[in-house]
């Protein structure tokens, strides 16, 4: 069947200690809807406990468990509440990723004297000025939690760089003593091993063991399916590799893992999968800011390129493509919101077509009141597309700098299946497409759209239109026998108990 990843959160949520109830709660809902993997955000506390969206880590141990940073619970809720939802998340037939944020970590209890040499934030080859006395964040003794579930404390050898030092306020970045970054990290700034907070220096080998071990505990603990890895590009490639190999030969698991590697140069991430012996999917950020681009200029944008240079396109099997998520909303870090009369034909390309892993976003599919921003309305029928309709060999009409298509052939074993897409940026118009000789004389409806019925020609071809701005979703006119096969697909589905 046609997966769907779901991002289970948005940033601006309030931090009420409810997501993982209101996740348990909506996980039938969801798997109804298509879902079939949920991507829970990080479920440790970070340094400003329950105000932490999760990525300001501070004890990978405490999943609101312990009175630490303020409080017992997260932002989400508390250890008990997270195990059930990702319990009644697998009991809806929905896999669970959890959210690994292995790169830095915030707050630490106490300060260290160590030597440092200030390095420059825009180079950070390029030292500045030479060894001078540190005092820096770098002790985690977490005196919530004590030693339950690991003894490690936390101190300077576990880490390469801070980005503060008490001694020394003119300078942004120090390289602690007998610390390098590593070499196998994404060349921006000269090496993009530091990224925020103390980095973590993953190749150490006391820290490589505490890590792997902490990977097995959050499984064993959690019954999560798999990862997704937040800020891999920060990371040393050998050290993801090797992390999800030891994982999967101790639990004997598949361990599904998608990376963040955020970057719109299509050759660093093909380097990356090739570096890390493709051990894991990675999300497409080149897609993401071609529907970006598109949305943001005005009909000018040429959507014959949608795919140009695109993880999608060039490997596939290796690409989760998404719209936008936690990060490129307004107000966030890597804001790039598409503009959202473009979202539902960003969503149209992403459900409906062959290739790619499709990852829905929360605040697409629930909205983001915190910022005034509506749910995208035509994403549940789309996802409802993506599980009924989008089958068999797809036709590519990327023909036309203003309005390109595609068709589905649909799947003799699913009754009614096969649909016509199309989308526009600019004025909107026709195009005659090949659905298939099996669909001769027979009507397509419009489901997303307002377009009239198409009849399908004795050659298996119908002219299909879309309006300005907009795209058009054409499915077969449902007979009785689709009809019947829906309804026992969502009675199926929503009865669906995973025993393990
Ligand atoms: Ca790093």
Request: net charge negative; with cysteine.
């Amino acid at each position: 069947m046609n997966g769907i990843m779901l991002q289970t959160f948005e940033w601006d949520m309030p931090s009420d200690g409810t997501l993982w109830n209101h996740i348990r709660r909506h996980a039938r809902r969801w798997a109804m809807l298509g879902v079939t993997a949920a991507w829970l955000p990080p479920a440790y506390k970070g340094s400003a406990g329950a105000m932490d969206v999760g990525y300001g880590v501070y004890d990978l141990y405490d999943l609101g468990e312990f009175n630490q940073k303020g409080s017992v619970r997260t932002k989400y809720g508390t250890v008990h509440e997270y195990i059930s939802a990702v319990r009644h998340l697998r009991l809806a037939g929905i896999q669970t990723l959890g959210d690994v944020v292995l790169n830095h970590r915030l707050g630490a209890d106490e300060t260290e004297s160590v030597r440092v040499t200030p390095v420059n934030p825009d180079n950070r080859l390029e030292a500045q000025g030479s060894q001078e006395d540190g005092s820096v964040y770098t002790r985690f003794t977490f005196p919530g939690r004590g030693r339950r579930y690991s003894p490690f404390t936390w101190d300077h050898t576990c880490f390469t760089s801070v980005d503060w030092n008490g001694l020394d306020p003119d300078h942004h970045l120090f390289l602690l003593d007998g610390k390098g970054f590593a070499s196998d990290v994404d060349r921006e700034h000269g090496n993009f091993d530091y990224l925020m907070g103390a980095d973590v220096d993953v190749q150490a080998p006391h820290v490589r063991e505490e890590l792997f071990r902490w990977g097995s505990w959050y499984l064993h603990r959690t019954h999560l399916d798999g990862f997704r890895l937040d800020a891999v590009k920060h990371i040393s490639a050998a050290f993801y590799r090797d992390f999800l190999r030891n994982l999967r030969q101790k639990t004997g698991r598949e361990v599904y893992a998608v990376g963040e590697y955020w970057s719109s140069d299509l050759q660093a991430l093909l380097s990356y999968l090739a570096q890390v012996d493709e051990s894991m999917n990675l999300f497409d950020t080149p897609l993401h800011f071609h529907f970006y681009s598109a949305s943001h200029s005005s009909g000018q944008y040429d959507l014959r390129d949608l795919f140009r240079d695109t993880l999608v396109g060039a490997r596939p099997t290796q690409a989760v493509t998404f719209v936008d998520n936690h990060d490129t909303q307004p107000g966030q870090s890597l804001e790039s919101w598409v503009d959202g009369w473009f979202k539902a034909s960003a969503y149209s390309i992403i459900l409906l077509r062959e290739q790619g892993y499709p990852c829905v976003f929360w605040g697409d599919l629930h909205g983001i009141p915190e910022k005034g921003i509506g749910a995208v309305s035509e994403l549940p029928m789309l996802m409802q597309l993506r599980l009924f309709h989008a089958y068999g060999p797809e036709r590519d009409y990327f023909d036309d700098p203003n309005v390109v298509g595609f068709v589905r052939e649909g799947d003799s074993s699913i009754p009614g299946s096969g649909l016509a897409c199309l989308v526009t940026d600019e004025k909107g118009g026709k195009k005659r497409m090949e659905v298939g000789r099996q669909f001769a004389g027979k009507t397509f409806v419009c489901m997303v759209g307002d377009e009239k019925p198409v009849k399908i020609d004795a050659d298996g071809f119908g002219t299909f239109s879309v309006r300005g701005g907009r795209c058009s979703v054409y499915i077969p006119r449902p007979t009785f026998s689709s009809f019947l096969y829906h309804i026992r697909e969502w009675i199926r589905r929503f009865l669906t108990l995973r025993l393990f």
